[in-house]
């Protein structure tokens, strides 16, 4: 077992900003991807965003392009998931998860236990 630890969550604004961080101890991150993923209550585990080992390939789902913004921290063996202007339906648990590519929720191989965003005003 992989040890994937989430933090950053809590409650934020709308309009305002968190940043979600992703530490992982025993592998080094930079040869995995990265997938962050949320569930919101009463609704399925949606992937939000996905970096890979590349580091210049990114992804995200439409509803946070624009606003949320991946990236890795070699030094810190950490990947950060920046929300800005967060909207009341980003509520939701937020994991983040590693594999060898970026390509849905069912080929991640470890997941941290997940940190709890809540927009509201």
């Known amino acids: 077992q992989v040890p994937l630890v989430e933090s950053g969550g809590g409650l934020v604004h709308p309009g305002g900003s968190l940043r979600l961080s992703c530490a992982a101890s025993g592998v080094i991150l930079d040869y995995w991807a990265i997938g962050w993923f949320r569930q919101a209550p009463g609704k399925e585990r949606e992937g939000v965003s996905c970096?890979?080992?590349?580091?210049?390939?990114?992804y995200y789902t439409d509803s946070v392009k624009g606003r949320f913004t991946i990236s890795r921290d070699s030094a810190q063996n950490t990947v950060f998931l920046q929300m800005n202007s967060p909207k009341p339906e980003d509520t939701a648990v937020y994991y983040c998860?590693?594999?060898?590519?970026?390509?849905?929720?069912?080929?991640?191989?470890?997941w941290g236990k997940g940190t709890l965003v809540f927009v509201s005003p």
């Open positions: 970096i890979k080992t590349s580091k210049k390939d990114t």
């Open positions: 998860a590693i594999g060898a590519a970026c390509t849905g929720p069912s080929t991640m191989d470890y």
